[in-house]
């Protein structure tokens, strides 16, 4: 039964692409109203898939994705009021950046004054102020996933989904950045999803789920122990006779144990 106090529920959901091959095999996940929540797996683990049906550009082949406790199957992905930020960014070249981040807005008929108003708090948010200007090609790439992460924010989205936002980055500006993320996490109090292949990311977030390749087993969990611990999954049965939940409930100390 689903949790009344979650913002999101994923229960029994399932996703195959060519009817034999399960990507996300059984997940089972609820995410908490202002968490920040990561996704840690390597690729072909499924974690983009799970954020993509939660943004609703795929759809699960099986089970349900609640949202406040209803289903979301009917609604499409512009009723959902999910902010969303891609690995590439997605800006528009021919654009200036506050028009880049105005988008959203225009979509929904915001009018100019609110518009003009909104546009320079997201600037602000993220440290652009003076840039509204500029193009795209005129920013660094560190600028670049700000006017994303902006874009995203602008429209007050209830939930943030971030793909491999830092992927493009260099080292020192990735470190940079997640710690730019966690405070503004922590200032506006929006539910973030985060997902990422780098381990090291992980410890940033309040708490996060680690999947193995294979999708057969994960840990739940926060800290650098739990995160520790996600390096090697334990095994997990999945044969006919017994096959339990891929993922894992965090103890009160921050380890795992496997869901009963």
Request: glycine residues 8%; aromatic residues 6%; charged residues 20%.
């Amino acid at each position: 039964m689903a949790n009344p106090q979650a913002l999101v529920t994923f229960v029994g959901v399932q996703k195959t692409y060519d009817g034999t091959t399960l990507v996300v095999p059984d997940l089972n996940l609820e995410i908490q109203r202002g968490e920040f929540l990561t996704l840690l797996g390597p690729s072909g683990s499924g974690k983009t898939t799970c954020l993509m049906m939660l943004a609703g550009f795929e759809s699960p082949t099986a089970g349900e994705i609640l949202l406040d406790g209803q289903p979301t199957s009917r609604t499409p992905p512009h009723k959902r009021n999910f902010g969303v930020v891609f690995q590439n960014y997605a800006l528009f070249p021919h654009l200036t950046i506050a028009q880049n981040v105005a988008y959203p807005l225009t979509v929904r008929k915001v009018g100019k004054d609110e518009c003009a108003r909104l546009v320079a708090r997201a600037l602000n948010m993220v440290r652009l102020e003076g840039l509204d200007a500029r193009y795209p090609g005129q920013l660094s790439g560190g600028q670049q996933q700000r006017v994303a992460l902006a874009r995203a924010l602008v429209f007050d989205p209830q939930l943030v989904l971030m793909d491999e936002p830092l992927g493009a980055l260099d080292k020192q500006l990735r470190e940079h950045m997640q710690i730019e993320l966690k405070e503004l996490h922590r200032k506006l109090g929006v539910t973030f999803v985060y997902v990422t292949h780098d381990q090291g990311e992980a410890p940033t977030a309040r708490r996060f789920a680690a999947r193995s390749r294979k999708a057969c087993c994960a840990v739940i969990g926060c800290g650098r122990s739990a995160c520790a611990a996600a390096a090697t999954p334990p095994t997990i049965s999945t044969g006919r006779s017994r096959r339990a939940s891929p993922w894992c409930r965090p103890t009160r100390s921050g380890t795992s144990r496997s869901r009963r």
